[in-house]
Each structure stands twice: as C-alpha cells, then as structure tokens.
C-alpha cells in the first residue's frame, strides 16, 4: 500500500497551541521572527486528523485551504484514502493535472493496484500502459486474459516468467496462463535455469526442474549434491555427457565456486575442461572470472591466472584488481605496465595516476622530484594531500567565493517545484521536501544548479547545497559544500570524547551530507548515521541518555553516541583513524578479515586493496572532508599522512601541519559531492 503522506512525518502533539508553544513542527519559519503562516499551521493540523483518523476534521480544514500552496497534497492525501471508490476520469485528471509533483508516481501505483483488486481489469487496462512495476506488469496481464485479449501477450509473460528470482503473488495466474498455453519451453525453462543459479537461488532452481525432460533433471540433482558439497566433488562431472546444458551448469557452478576459492575453481576447470567443448567465449569468461576474484583474494597464483586471460579480454575491473594485487606485492615494474593497459579514462584518475607516480619512483624508472606527483600535488583531494606530503608542499586549496545575485536566487526559489519543496520543509515533511526539490533541480540547466546551491544555502537546507554543487560541477564553493553546521555541538562533543572536531565533520560529511533527519536502507539514523541497536549499546555503556531510536534524527540525541561511539573504536584499533572510519562503514568484523589478509604496512596500500568498494572509497573521502574542516575550522592542516598510522606498526610515515595555499586556480576539488 502506499504510504501515507501523514506517516512520512514524526509524531505531533494533539492541538494546535501545544504543537505551536511546543515547536512540535521542526520546519523552519520562512523569516525569523516572522509570525505562524495561518495557512501552513491549518495544514499541520490536518496532517495531524488525518493521521490519527479524524476525517470530518481533515475535511473540514481541507476545504479551508484551496488557494495555499500545498493544497495538492491535501488532494492527495484525500484521493490516496478513497482511491478504490474515486470515480476513473476524476481520478486520470487529478494525476493528469500533478504530474510533475512527487507524490503522483506513488498515488498512480497504489489506485492502480487498488482496480485490479476490485477486478476493474477494463480500468486498469486503459489506465496502466507503460507501467514498469512487475506486480502491476503482471495484473495487467491478467486483466489482458480475462477480457480475452491475449494477442502479443505470451512475449510479454515469457519476460516475466525469465528471471532469476521469485516473482511476485500477482503474477502466479498469468504463469498458470503461460503454462496452459504451452509458453514455458525446453529452452525458457533452462534459461530460467541458469538465471537463478547465477543468482545463487536454489530453492528455485530446483522448483524450476518440473518444466525440463525427466531425463535431464538428474543434472539438477547432481548440481543441489555438488553445490551442497561447496562444489568439491564438482570434477566427477566429467561423466557427464558433453552438451549446452551440462556445460552451462558447470560454467555457473564455477563461476559461483571462483567468488569463494578461485584457486579451487581454477583445479576443477583444469580437470574438467578437457572433456567439454567449451565456446571460446565461455571459457574466457570462466577464467576471467578465476582470475578477478584470486586477485580480490590476493592469492599467490594471481599472476597464473591472469596470464590465461588474453589480452584483448582484460577489462576495466580485471585490470583494476591485477593492479591491486601488484600493489598489494609492491611488484612496481608490474605495476607500472598494468597501469598502461587501463583505458584511459581509468587510468586518467587520480586514483591511478597516484600509484603510477610511486611505481615510476619506487622502481627507479623516474627519478624525484616526479612531474605527475608535483601535478597531483596541485589538487584539493586525498591524492592531491598525499602527493603534496610526499614531496613536502602546501595544501593548494583555491575557493571559489560564491557571486549569484539575490534576483537569479528569487528566480529559482519562484519555480514551482522549489516552492513545494521549502514549503514542505517548513511544515516538517522533510521526505517529501527533498522529493519535490530533487524533481525540481533535476529540470534545471546545469549552469543553473549552483543558483539552486545558493537558495539552498540561504534557507540553511545544507544538503541541497551539497547536491546541487555535486552535480553541477562546481566543486569548490567550499564554504557552502562544507559548512560548520551545529558547530557549537559538534565542537563540544568531540571535545568531551577526546576527538579531532574536524574529523568528527568529516565522517558526518561523508555519512550522511549533513542531514539530521537521515535514515538509510540498513537503519543507520541521523547526522552519524547510527542503528538504533548500536545507539542503545552505547549509551548504556557511557551512561548517555536513551529515549528510543527517534532521538537518533536529532543533533541532541545523535551527536552524543556517534562521538563516543568513534571515541570507542579508537581504543579498540589503537588510535588508528583509517581502521577506525573501515569498520565505522564496513563493521569490525569486516576490518578483522581484512587485517588478517590485507597487507600490513602502508595504509594507503591496504586501502587500495581493500575488497569492498564503498569501504575503499570511504576511508579516502572521511580523510579528504576531515582536511577540508580542518582548514575551514583552522586555517593550518594537519598533514593527511599523519592520519594514516601503517597497519599494525602505527609508523607514521609524515607528520606536521601544511600551510594552505592557493597556487592555481585550474585546481580539480575533492572527491565525491
């Protein structure tokens, strides 16, 4: 079902003067000072009836407010309730009418999905053409075989039939159609087949053998005792007869093998492939795949077997991970020649041509001072600070201070969609606020996007800013992609857990762009972006204040935890801020594993060579954004390196402060928005 606006915002007090003494609407006032909106606080009370189920009061405010500007969303609420017994034509002109508003993708699935639970197929039919959601795909169908109108439908039910997962419920009576229809072929079923066990899907898999010859099933059979095994005995298939499908259970048996133990995988291909007639392309991908995932693992015989990959057939990501483990050997011969082969926009990154500086320097290939070190040196990013540690520079750090006139401001902030948005805000609706402003922002010329920064900035919506100035390229307006928001707060409790402030904005930065309200997919809240089960645990461990996991999405209630949470991992990696911000993103357990088969030493090696991405860029973003608070907070930087104890040692390789400068103004900024 559709969620109700009314459930997108936090808990009101009943009545309008307890909300109002009470500040229970966290939705800024459009001037300070300036005295309640009528309209809006008539809007805040009918979100309030209507969520606590007083319709004749929502009503009655309802039809008080047919000229304020979010009267729509009153609309919406109204037709989201009676959408099963709202007449078709009202209801197609309403949507009709709003399209370019949020909540109008939300309100046409769920009265789309409301026709066909009422068995209105002609409706639905008339109203559903184009519809990408698979449950609405799928009673669209149906409807399609209960009116009888089934030409070109079997094409249209195969593609929902082949995929390598369970479909939804609604799809069930057009599978049975399908069936009865004679759809589900030899060749569909294996298909089928082989998408779910490329998805590691079992239970289907083995559902799935009903639609293949009984003569064939034993195949399945043997693959569930094999994959059971951890594919161990995945060589006795040799009996097997050589044909397409036995080659491809065995192509997706290896491949699956290959992301546990590529060593493995590659002695059981080794041992079957000379009784199979493998196409060549098929046999590449088995061994590109050994390949890619020994380097992830940093196994010994990597080189092996990237050297049974051709050449030709090397791509992005297998070139990336060989020069991982290279890296991880520090092998720099090799890892200047890997770095070669990258396509050019790969290895044009700053990321790549950093390691290429210290192959050509560490190999003795380019004598110091390195050229591409002294260009990356020029740079307001990870590999820009390390390279100017390196050779002992000054931070170059060159703002852009902003210069948009109030007028082009006025202009952006008149757009419809910008309206919404900041009215939304100030009626607490935050979800639907950055909705309605994301819609708005993503019509704007790119030119435009920094003007729609500044109406962010004005407004203190410091996440908007962030956004629109990632997107639009214009990455060095520092003080409004940085700003020291709640910095009284921030100061004082790291300050009270013996923390860096800047790091401390640092990780806010990167976890959660500034936004208080945060919740993530995994339930990681607020500023800090803390579950509420690491919440809990912590505050009772330093005795911290504990309400529920709501105080999480507020500054008060997160600020306290994420600090002493940080202060907790300190201790626990030994003053160690890169192992500390890996399993602050990643979980210590992940950062035990890592250590274990990560090289020791550099921690800017053991970065590179971590196997999660996300972590891999995370370490180097939370460092790159603490450099920048430091410098908005202090002038003088602490030098990035010194933030980077070696693994296991703690050596710290540069220690100090950079001046900042500004040497140019062609400077590239930091990674990420």
Not at 191 to 217: F, G, H, T
Request: with cysteine; net charge neutral; proline share 4%.
């Amino acid at each position: 079902m559709q969620t109700s606006i009314t459930q997108a915002i936090g808990k009101r007090q009943l009545g309008y003067c307890l909300c109002v003494l009470l500040s229970a609407w966290c939705g800024p006032v459009s001037a300070e000072g300036s005295a309640p909106d009528p309209a809006l606080e008539q809007f805040k009370i009918a979100w309030d009836a209507a969520r606590q189920g007083d319709h004749d009061t929502f009503r009655q405010i309802k039809g008080s407010l047919q000229d304020y500007i979010l009267f729509p969303y009153l609309q919406y609420e109204d037709y989201r309730n009676r959408r099963s017994s709202v007449p078709v034509d009202e209801m197609v002109a309403f949507l009709t009418n709003h399209r370019d508003w949020a909540f109008e993708p939300g309100l046409r699935i769920a009265w789309l999905r409301s026709l066909a639970r009422k068995g209105r197929w002609a409706d639905l039919l008339a109203n559903s053409r184009g519809v990408t959601d698979t449950a609405l795909r799928c009673q669209r169908a149906r409807g399609r075989i209960i009116l009888g109108k089934t030409d070109g439908l079997l094409s249209e039910a195969q593609s929902l039939w082949a995929v390598g997962k369970s479909q939804p419920d609604e799809c069930d009576p057009v599978f049975a159609w399908l069936v009865s229809s004679g759809g589900v072929t030899e060749s569909l079923a294996w298909e089928r087949i082989r998408l779910a066990m490329e998805a590691n899907k079992r239970s289907l898999v083995m559902y799935l053998a009903r639609y293949v010859p009984e003569d064939q099933r034993r195949w399945l059979e043997s693959w569930n005792q094999y994959r059971r095994a951890g594919y161990a005995r995945l060589e006795q298939a040799r009996r097997w007869p050589d044909n397409e499908i036995t080659r491809m259970i065995l192509t997706t048996s290896l491949q699956r093998l290959a992301r546990k133990d590529a060593t493995r995988a590659a002695a059981k291909f080794a041992k079957l492939e000379g009784h199979f007639s493998w196409e060549e392309a098929t046999k590449i991908a088995v061994l590109r795949d050994i390949a890619l995932y020994s380097a992830v693992a940093l196994e010994d015989d990597t080189p092996l077997h990237m050297s049974r990959v051709p050449a030709v057939h090397r791509d992005s990501q297998l070139l990336e991970w060989w020069a991982r483990f290279l890296l991880s050997r520090q092998d720099w011969p090799a890892l200047a020649e890997v770095i070669a082969q990258m396509p050019g926009e790969i290895s044009n990154d700053d990321r790549w041509r950093y390691w290429l500086a210290q192959a050509e320097l560490r190999s003795g290939q380019v004598k110091p001072p390195s050229e591409l070190l002294q260009e990356l040196a020029g740079k307001a990013n990870y590999y820009g600070f390390l390279a100017a540690d390196e050779m002992g520079l000054d931070y170059n750090i060159c703002p852009l201070q902003p210069d948009i006139k109030d007028a082009e401001i006025d202009r952006i902030a008149g757009l419809a969609g910008f309206q919404h948005g900041l009215e939304l805000r100030r009626a607490g609706l935050h979800n639907w606020a950055i909705r309605e402003w994301s819609l708005a922002a993503a019509r704007l010329p790119a030119a435009d996007l920094k003007i729609a920064a500044a109406l962010a900035h004005r407004e203190g919506w410091y996440d908007r800013a962030i956004f629109a100035l990632g997107n639009s390229g214009d990455l060095r307006f520092y003080e409004w992609r940085f700003p020291l928001a709640w910095e009284t707060e921030i100061k004082r409790e790291a300050t009270a857990n013996d923390l860096d402030p800047a790091w401390v904005y640092g990780t806010i930065r990167s976890e959660s762009a500034m936004v208080e309200t945060a919740q993530s997919s995994a339930n990681a809240m607020g500023l800090m972006q803390i579950t509420p089960a690491t919440g809990k645990r912590v505050a009772r461990r330093h005795g911290l204040a504990w309400r529920g996991s709501r105080q999480l999405k507020t500054v008060a209630g997160n600020l306290p935890i994420g600090t002493a949470y940080m202060r907790d991992l300190l201790q626990d990696y030994d003053d160690n801020p890169v192992l500390v911000s890996g399993s602050y993103n990643a979980g210590p357990n992940a950062v035990s594993r890592w250590l274990d088969s990560r090289p020791a030493g550099e921690a800017a090696i053991w970065v590179e060579t971590l196997p999660y991405f996300e972590t891999r860029d995370y370490i180097p973003r939370v460092l790159a954004f603490t450099t920048l608070y430091d410098w908005r907070l202090d002038g003088t930087v602490k030098r990035i390196s010194g933030r980077m104890p070696h693994i296991e040692s703690g050596k710290i390789s540069v220690t100090g402060f950079a001046d900042v400068v500004c040497r140019s103004q062609l400077q590239t900024a930091t990674m990420g928005k």
